[in-house]
């Protein structure tokens, strides 16, 4: 493993670019564009980059410990400490873009999240509250948007579904480590449920956020809340033959419930 690829492994590629496209989509149809729309999406990637490699900087001893190969620490493509100095600068570059294009008071919600996730990577990852970090920084983030556009408060359903969806993505994301965790004396509130309570309530909280999508969306264009319906159907049978790929169907879901929203006016 490379250098230049330990770092993107690090950074967990794959929900660093969802979270990144998710909330560069949400701010474009809120009303974002131009150099804005571009400093919002720039601070979002940024930000997430710091988020994944502190996580990975933390993990590192636990980590090898384990003999995760999979992990760039312990495959020797990059130190803890280079990760440390990566996460602390992106954290810094994060927070002033987030100001830059949203202001002192926009900006901040999006520090929040930012300040919630490295809460999470310190402190309580491994403890039964490991889910309110994800719920605080996602729920914080359509403030970011809609006050740093242009003051206006975010509708109450944006809030509660960025949160509740966050929740469910955060068990989906911990469920393949449960056991792991366990034997390595780890917690999290998807270690403290067990594979089957954890796995359950990752998808009442996916259908209660897909219900509240599908309330935005029914009056306005009804086809939408069917699309939503349906792949949150389709997305049960498939981690139900595929329990292992629990995250990156519920990360599919995601992606239909954005292009939903977007498709639908007046929101």
């Not at 250098?3 to 990144?20: C, F, S």
């Not at 987030?98 to 929040?112: E, M």
């Not at 490991?130 to 556009?149: D, E, I, K, Q, R």
């Not at 955060?170 to 004396?185: E, K, Q, V, Y």
């Amino acid at each position: 493993m490379g250098t230049v690829r330990g770092y993107v492994v690090a950074a967990h590629a794959a929900p660093t670019i969802a979270v990144w496209t998710l909330m560069t989509v949400v701010a474009w149809r809120v009303g974002w564009q131009g150099l804005p729309l571009v400093l919002v999406s720039a601070a979002v990637l940024v930000g997430q980059l710091s988020v994944g490699w502190s996580n990975d900087a933390i993990d590192a001893p636990a980590d090898l410990r384990a003999e995760r190969r999979a992990k760039p620490t312990v495959a020797g493509a990059v130190t803890a400490r280079a990760l440390w100095v990566g996460a602390a600068s992106a954290l810094v570059v994060a927070c002033a873009l987030s100001w830059l294009a949203a202001g002192w008071v926009g900006g901040s919600f999006h520090v929040l999240a930012l300040a919630m996730a490295w809460l999470y990577n310190l402190v309580m990852s491994r403890t039964a509250w490991s889910w309110l970090p994800y719920a605080v920084a996602f729920g914080a983030m359509p403030a970011f948007l809609y006050v740093g556009l242009d003051g206006s408060a975010p509708p109450a359903w944006s809030v509660v579904a960025f949160a509740v969806v966050a929740t469910s993505a955060h068990l989906a994301n911990a469920i393949p480590d449960i056991d792991s965790d366990r034997a390595a004396g780890l917690g999290g509130l998807a270690v403290r449920l067990g594979t089957r309570r954890a796995t359950l309530l990752c998808w009442v909280l996916l259908a209660a956020g897909t219900l509240v999508l599908m309330s935005v969306t029914w009056s306005v264009r009804p086809v939408a809340s069917v699309v939503l319906l349906v792949a949150f159907a389709a997305a049960v049978l498939w981690a139900t033959v595929r329990p292992d790929r629990v995250f990156a169907v519920l990360l599919v879901v995601v992606g239909i419930d954005v292009i939903a929203l977007v498709a639908t006016p007046a929101w």
